[in-house]
Every structure is written in structure tokens, then in C-alpha cells.
């Protein structure tokens, strides 16, 4: 056998070994946009129509100051309760305070009453959200039907709205942050599972999401998140990993844990136990545990065949740390800030939120 062969022999083993992955929910925390731990008090301006969605036509418009109408209603019902250390004034209060009308003659936010009232109130912040597209209701009229309608029905594109927010400090008047979010009914389900149990119509799934959504750039929150796990096949201990996995995969992280530790315990060698354990660390929020095990999962393996894991724990650390105003480690953070940046992007790990 030449070395090449070898090699590629040995590789395959190992890959059989180690086996696939294998995704299970997990709630991680999403640090805040605006810069201040601790209590906020954010202002809410009206909801308003962006300036490129105005070209629109009278009718689309008529639509789109329709969904900002039912979003504005939504950011009122989903408003966080006190817990999330933040305090909200919505339109009705700021307009008792403010002596010229939030809302100008065309029906767009005037902004400069709205950082008025603001300060009026003692506001630090104003989240301030616009329509930029929306689709609230399936159109009426049928279209002509073709050969492929009648075979395989007519593909309808789901409810769907495309908000652009911005967080301004009342102090300065500057603003410190923006974002865009667009969900669809797929994705504002996918993001917040229990949506289908208590909101009606899928016009409001997609507007409460919004809404949800648009909370958590002002206030730090715990978020659904995808964790990937190893999932090993013809490793010794490999049958009680996959166990474990079930476990994860129902949000039965300590019986999960259980599994892994039993594996990690008899079989130090496990890689997968190993990797396991280090994002069960992570799901109780024990990060130096989390790193501490994702550095004895790589111990064995030629190599750093966890560097994946090692980034998405150090991500949720930090994303952790900025949510309660947690200095860094002692010994720093590994990553540099343009590596965790980009973390989004790789398989190891499924964001769902963002």
C-alpha cells in the first residue's frame, strides 16, 4: 500500500469515525444594539413608510400605511415585559408631551417633534421602524390558468414585510444603529416556533415577528438558536452520543449532558462526546467549562479539527457578556472581531434570529 492510498485510507476511517452532524435548539442570548447595559428607556416614534417604498402606486400605498398601522399595534402587544430592564413610551404618551404633532400632513413621522417629546419624557433612546415593503393578504383575482397551474397549482409567495429600524440617542440626536429585517411567514415561523399557537392569520405572524424582532435590537434577549452536535457512527461510545443527541434535539440538555459525560468518562478518546458536551456547557451559559471541553475534544485529533465549535462558543460568549455588561476574560478573547463577524456564514451554526 503506497502512502497516498494510506492516507486517503485513513481519512476515510476517521470521517467514519467522527461521523455527521446533526442540529438541536438551543436558546443563546443576542446582546442589545443600543450601547448601555442595564435599564433603557426607549421612545417609540411612529411607524412610517421608507422614502424609496413613497414611489410606490396610491393603492400599494394604501397598503403599505396599512401595515404600518397593524406593526405599530404589534410593537405594543409584544412590548417586553420588565424583566428585559427595559422601559417603552409609545406614540399616545409622547404626543401628551410634545407640542407639535408626531405625524406630519403626508402622514410620515416628524422626527424632530418626536426627539421633542423624547427628551421631554427622559428618554435614552428612540426606536424609530419603517415600512420599506409589505404583503399582507393573498391577491383576489385568479390569474389565467395554464397547463402548469392546472397540473401542479398556482405557487402563491407568501405574507411577508421588510422593516428598516433605527436607534437614535436622544442626547445627541445621533444615530448609533440600523438594521434591516425581512420575514416571510416561513421564516418568522421558523424564528419564533410558538407563533402559530396564539396568533391568528398569517398577516399577524409576519407583523408580530416584526415586532418581536424589533424589540430585541433594544433589549437584550435569549433567541432561538440551531446548535449543530456531532454525530458519530463506528466510534467506540458512539451508539450513546446519538442518545444523548435525542435528548438535545427535545431540549433535554442535562439528560443530554448525562449521555455525553458517561461517553466522555469511559471513551476519553470520543471526539464527538467531547464537542457535545462543550455546546452543552454553553446551553447553561458556563462558557469557561465550554472552552475548556472543546480543548479536550481537540487533544486527540491531528490538528484543530474544533475550530468551528471553539468560534460559535466564543460568539454566544461574547454576544453573552455584551447582554449584562461582563468585562472579557482574563486571558482575552482567541478570536480576532473580524473572525467572529463573519461567523454567521459558517455550517456550524444556524442562526435563526438574525
Known sequence: MNRITFIALLGCLLSLGVGCK?????????????????????????????????????????????????????????????????????????????????????????????????????????????????????????????????????????????????????????????????????????RYFDLGYHIPGNDGRVLMASSRAAWELVASTPVRTEAMLDLPWFWIGSSQVRKGNGFAKQGRWDLAEREWQEVADRHPTNKAAWTNLSIAAAAKEDFELARNRVRHSDTYWPGDSTFKTKLWIEKHQREYHQAFGIAPPPDGWEFPDATIATHDGLPDSKDIYR
Do not use: C
Open 22 to 190: 446533526m442540529s438541536a435548539p438551543i436558546y443563546t442570548w443576542q446582546a442589545a444594539m443600543v450601547p448601555r447595559p442595564g435599564p433603557v428607556k426607549v421612545a417609540v416614534g411612529p411607524v412610517g413608510i421608507a422614502s424609496r417604498a413613497q414611489r410606490t402606486s396610491d393603492l400599494l400605498n394604501a397598503d403599505l400605511q396599512e401595515a404600518a398601522s397593524k406593526l405599530q399595534f404589534a410593537l405594543q402587544s409584544t412590548e417586553p415585559d420588565q424583566a428585559a430592564n427595559l422601559l417603552a413610551i409609545h406614540p399616545p404618551e409622547l404626543e401628551r408631551v410634545s407640542l407639535i404633532q408626531l405625524v406630519s400632513y403626508d402622514a410620515q413621522p416628524n422626527d424632530s417633534a418626536t426627539i421633542g417629546a423624547a427628551r421631554t419624557v427622559g428618554a435614552d433612546f428612540i426606536l424609530q421602524g419603517n415600512i420599506v415593503n409589505a404583503k399582507l393578504k393573498q391577491d383576489e383575482a385568479p390569474k389565467r390558468k395554464t397547463l402548469k397551474t392546472m397540473l401542479f397549482g398556482e405557487k402563491k409567495i407568501p405574507e411577508y414585510v421588510v422593516t428598516h429600524w433605527t436607534i437614535t440617542d436622544v442626547a445627541s440626536g445621533q444615530r448609533v444603529a440600523e438594521k434591516t429585517l425581512h420575514f416571510d411567514l416561513p421564516s418568522a415561523e421558523k
